[in-house]
């Protein structure tokens, strides 16, 4: 438990020493399948708790409702954030903070969810958070995925957001971790060896 505590007060400090001095950037979280959830959450109230920034939170791997509770009872204001639910496969109701694509294998209809999900915030500081990589490549070929990482990240830019890609790392092709890698601003790495 103790350790836990550690690498979690370790990440938000990597996180904002590797950020602090850039207005907006694309980061690389890789993680442990241990240290994911909370990994993915403290990224969250760095960026929505710590500084009131708006984002984007593009999930693969659970469904809108599962994430929306996870995050408000850790502390996190939902109301900062626009989801796009890539992991709910069923016809699901209209909410008012939530896009839903039905499958990760739909990548132009997640890059339009993507777009006007960024461009509707209302703030000139926002962020975007790609969850994750991984999830990504299980649905799609490695080169469909690559091309789409190198889509986002020109995306990002663009947008001019604090971006955020996570992805687990054993379950990630190094030649994929490395071309993100090469994309990305830095580079955090959480977990991993005991």
């Not at 799609?140 to 996570?166: C, D, P, Y």
């Amino acid at each position: 438990m103790i350790k836990k505590v550690v690498e979690m007060l370790e990440l938000k400090e990597t996180f904002r020493k590797e950020v602090k001095s850039l207005k907006d950037y694309i980061l690389l979280v890789t993680v442990d399948a241990k240290s994911y959830q909370k990994a993915s959450i403290d990224l969250v109230k760095s960026l929505v708790n710590d500084g009131k920034v708006p984002g984007v939170y593009v999930n693969l791997n659970k469904p809108y409702e599962i994430l929306q509770r996870s995050f408000a009872s850790s502390g996190i204001d939902t109301r900062l954030i626009i989801f796009i639910d890539a992991a709910s496969r069923t016809e699901v109701k209209k909410v008012e903070n939530c896009l839903y694509i039905g499958s990760p294998e739909k990548l132009s209809d997640m890059s339009v969810a993507m777009d006007q999900a960024v461009k509707s915030l209302p703030t000139e500081e926002k962020f975007l958070i790609f969850d994750s990589l991984n999830t990504l490549a299980i649905f799609n070929k490695q080169s469909t995925v690559a091309r789409f990482v190198h889509f986002l990240t020109g995306k990002m830019r663009e947008w001019k957001v604090k971006g955020v890609v996570i992805t687990l790392e054993k379950e990630t092709e190094q030649p994929l971790l490395d071309e993100l890698t090469q994309f990305a601003d830095a580079r955090i790495d959480i977990g991993g060896e005991d």
